[in-house]
């Protein structure tokens, strides 16, 4: 009985460490605590959505930037709440913002905002000053990555939970972006589409 004991605390403990590393099972990660999470590391080179990370990550704006650009051009917002530990957060930033056919998307149909959910980094939105935290917590999302999708006021119209390879991701705000989503559901769209 000892030995399956030790077994278990030692499996736990492996668990623990590579969770700390920043591994997760599944294509997304909870926090297991509403959002309240640890202190977000400072090195961090997206938080608060500085010069650093529209160059980090092509394709994304400041956070105001893309607010007011959403409502002159009559763009959607696409809003990518992450943590700096969560591993599909990073595959998105990795191996789908990159993509030509994600690019092209993100250029046509919308202002596109990074949102970490651990940061204390403060925006204007809704007439109110918030912080990022605070926003992730007001849109209800507890794993990482989630993407949503606003309109240019602000209302959340959709969101896309998890990570998704390149040619789906691009499909989902192709959807979006051309406003199917008002009067079809995204299978009869896609299936119109393939």
């Not at 599909?88 to 990074?114: H, I, N, R, S």
């Not at 209800?140 to 969101?159: A, K």
């Amino acid at each position: 009985m000892k030995v399956l004991t030790w077994a278990l605390v030692g499996v736990a403990g492996i668990f623990v460490i590579a969770r700390l590393a920043g591994w997760c099972p599944g294509s997304s990660c909870s926090t297991g605590h509403s959002g309240t999470a640890a202190a977000v590391a400072a090195t961090d080179p997206v938080a608060g959505i500085g010069a650093t990370a529209t160059m980090e990550t092509p394709g994304f704006e400041p956070f105001e930037k893309a607010m007011a650009d959403a409502k002159s051009q009559n763009k959607l917002v696409m809003v990518d709440v992450y943590t700096t530990w969560c591993h599909w957060c990073q595959k998105l930033d990795e191996d789908v913002y990159p993509t030509p056919e994600v690019q092209k998307q993100l250029g046509m149909y919308f202002a596109a905002v990074k949102v970490n959910a651990e940061s204390d980094a403060a925006h204007s939105f809704a007439g109110k000053q918030v912080t990022e935290r605070q926003l992730a917590s007001q849109w209800n999302v507890t794993g990482y990555p989630t993407i949503l999708f606003l309109s240019p006021d602000g209302t959340v119209l959709d969101r896309l939970p998890g990570y998704m390879p390149p040619k789906d991701f691009a499909n989902v705000l192709q959807y979006m972006g051309t406003g199917a989503y008002k009067t079809t559901s995204f299978d009869a769209w896609q299936s119109a589409h393939s």
